[in-house]
């Protein structure tokens, strides 16, 4: 079949929830990905923020194929050894305590929001907790993880959605104290804001948060879904900042392709929260899966990719710079490390299309945003590469 054949009949045959980009993807060596043209594009899309050591990396596709040959699932029932090691190496990133493994990332965002009201519940014996938001906020499309997107256009169809949910504005800390009480468990945000636009929170904000958490035993949850996995330039981008979350979810990156998430806590919630039988998944840390993480985790230390991200990154955001200066309708960069995005004053999805035609990969993140998230593996030259594309699909 031809690209169009496989694309009338992909449009026949699947919900149509996405709308797609043109394009059938065949395969993918380090930072490009080739359709079954042969034609090759450079991504600076990376999956979504998902294959940081680039694709068909091959001590990442040894791993996984040594473990398929061994055993891909054995269930919770059971102890396997992936998902032991992965979690001492997750343990030893983050400085969290405890592992939850999940199978995405709406799905952690689940578990964390159950683990806090469990937290709240054991503490007073309530069943009306109230959960703190941000505004433009994106956890997920399940149903809990949506309860707490800041997108009310994502929300209305689905209401109603979990109850005692309230909204504050990122880095506005009087907005976050005018909405607790007595009920509120959690207070969960974005590190760096992804969906919504690429917004890192600012320290003054997060700390003054943490405080205000610590002081009336609220527990922060950071999403570290997407600028998780050193794409900030250091493990997770609280730590940039030295605020430790009490529960942290985590998706993406951590498996590089493999669909699995996780979230993680401090001693003190776990011993304070989720027990036997209230929390479970069938796939949840499968050997598979847990090699993927271990090996992954592996691989950011041998690569030295934070070096990477924080040389590289910085590159990337002085190119993005210059582009701020030169031309009046893009209005500013936003970003830390790999995570940068452009804002216009227009929408940028023609932009978006241009650079496609001339086989670069680009993604929004809103109408008048260009996210750029490649591979954490990235080149000077590969950013050079994608910024004389840019240029000409500006022009
Ligand atoms: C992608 C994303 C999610 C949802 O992850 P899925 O694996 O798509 O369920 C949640 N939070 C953030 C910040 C994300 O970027």
Known sequence: MNMQEYIEEAERDLLHTYNRYQIVWDKGDGVYLYDINGKKYLDFVSGIAVFALGYNNKAYNDALKAQIDKVIHTSNYYYNVPAIEAAKKLKKVSGMDRVFYTNSGAEAIEGALKAAKKYAYLKDGRTDHEIIAMEHSFHGRTMGALSVTGNPHYREAFEPLIPNIKYATLNDFESVKAQVTDKTCAIIMETVQGEGGIHPVTEDFLKQVKAL??????????????????????????????????????????????????????????QNSLTS?????????????????????????????????????????????ELVLKYDFIKARRGLGLMQGLAFDKPVSEIINKALERGLLLINAGTQVIRFIPALIVSKENVDDMIAILEECLA
Not at 240 to 263: E, L, S
Request: proline share 3%.
């Open 213 to 270: 958490c610590e002081e009336k035993d609220i527990l922060l949850i950071l999403d570290e879904i997407q600028c998780g996995m050193g794409r900030t330039g250091t493990m997770f981008a609280w730590q940039r900042y030295g605020v430790k979350p009490d529960i942290m979810t985590c998706a993406k990156a951590i498996g590089c392709g493999i669909p699995v998430g996780a979230f993680l806590m401090t001693e003190k919630v776990a």
């Open 277 to 321: 039988g209230d929390h479970g998944t069938t796939y949840g840390g499968n050997p598979l899966a847990c090699t993927a993480i271990s090996k992954v985790l592996d691989l950011f230390e041998e690569q030295k990719v934070l070096d990477n991200v924080n040389e590289v990154g910085e590159y990337l955001a002085g190119k993005l710079d």
